[in-house]
């Protein structure tokens, strides 16, 4: 099935350092969602967007849905120790019955 | 809050055993997935219902594997026999889907079931 591009793959930084990443597809989506996966859990669906351009805030977490509906951006501000864990993307196209997800960003956040 | 609850949260099983995963999505949703991660493949979708009906389960790996919903708060994913090759977590998530184009479709998972065969 298809696989998001999603990068980077592993990110370490600084507590208090934003973070940013993004996913890309070959295909055009009219859903963007972003999820965290801590140890040992399911993923946990952070923020949901719907139309292209739509900026969106949860918290410290800003996510964007590109203009050419290919691809999405999750920024982190000021980073702290509970950001840790794994980022996944996840985009669907209204016309499909799935959603497709990225390979993940892995964050590590060093105190 | 509504969640996704799966049972059993792990399961250790010997090759040739069958092994049972059971799924209730929030109450309400009518669509329901289920996905397998590893490390080499990530998310993979075994297999999607909506209204209960089995919409594609070409992930699936048909001689071994099924998936059924008896009713609207129980889904299941059965393996039989199971081998080591799946050995993996195993997701259940369920949204809603209200028709063709409609916005707001939102995916929630469960903590899934962590499977190891030996």
């Known amino acids: 099935g298809q696989q998001l591009n999603q990068s980077p793959q592993s990110m370490f930084i600084q507590e208090g350092e934003d973070v940013s990443m993004n996913c890309t597809s070959s295909?055009?989506?009219?859903?963007w969602l972003w999820y965290k996966q801590d140890p040992g859990e399911g993923p946990v669906l952070l923020i949901a967007?719907?139309?292209?351009?739509e900026l969106t805030s949860n918290g410290r977490l800003t996510a964007q849905f590109g203009i050419t509906r290919k691809d999405s951006f999750l920024n982190i501000s000021a980073s702290i120790p509970s950001d840790v864990g794994i980022y996944f993307c996840?985009?669907?196209?209204?016309?499909?019955?799935?959603?497709?997800f990225g390979t993940g960003t892995s964050l590590t956040v060093i105190p | 809050d509504a969640r996704v609850t799966q049972t059993p949260r792990h399961k250790v099983t010997e090759m040739g055993q069958e092994v049972t995963m059971r799924c209730q999505p929030i109450?309400?949703?009518?669509?329901v997935f289920w996905y397998r991660q590893t490390m080499m493949q990530g998310l993979e979708l075994l297999a999607y219902?909506?209204?209960?009906?089995?919409?594609?389960d070409s992930g699936m790996p048909k001689d071994r594997f099924s998936a059924e919903m008896p009713d609207a708060t129980l889904a299941t994913l059965k393996i039989q026999p199971s081998e080591p090759r799946d050995s993996a977590v195993y997701f259940c998530?369920?949204?809603?889907?209200?028709?063709?184009?409609?916005?707001?479709?939102?995916?929630?998972f469960g903590s899934g079931t962590q499977l190891s065969v030996l």
């Open positions: 967007l719907y139309k292209a351009g």
């Open positions: 998530a369920s949204g809603s889907h209200p028709g063709q184009g409609s916005r707001n479709e939102k995916l929630f």
């Open positions: 295909s055009i989506f009219n859903t």
């Open positions: 996840a985009g669907k196209s209204n016309t499909g019955n799935q959603f497709y």
């Open positions: 219902f909506r209204n209960r009906a089995p919409l594609d």
């Open positions: 109450l309400g949703h009518n669509t």
